[in-house]
């Protein structure tokens, strides 16, 4: 199983890491487990139908991320750039 690590954007600090099948597994761990995932480098992420709720993204990179689906109710979202990204059918 590959081993993933979610790190800041500005300093490349670990924020968290797991075995997992994916990123949006990863994620959803890291949210399970109450990991601030605050300034994240997110871009790209394929995050559809992801379980975020109450996910700490503040902060986070979220460009061109492809959130279809996914559950951010009563996420974090202050100061996340979000340019691009798709929220499709998202929980907000």
Do not use: H, Q, Y
């Not at 994916?22 to 959803?28: G, M, N, T, V």
């Not at 990991?35 to 992801?50: C, T």
């Not at 959130?67 to 996420?75: C, D, K, Q, W």
Request: aromatic share 4%.
């Amino acid at each position: 199983m590959p081993e993933f690590k979610i790190t800041a954007v500005l300093d490349g600090a670990l924020l968290f890491e797991c075995e997992a099948e994916s990123l949006k597994e990863a994620l959803e761990m890291a949210v399970a487990k109450k990991a601030s995932l605050s300034g994240a480098s997110l871009s790209g992420a394929s995050l559809d139908g992801a379980n975020l709720f109450r996910a700490s993204l503040s902060r986070a990179n979220l460009d061109g991320a492809s959130l279809s689906g996914a559950s951010l109710s009563g996420a974090s979202l202050s100061g996340a750039s979000l340019d691009g990204a798709n929220l499709f059918r998202a929980s907000l």
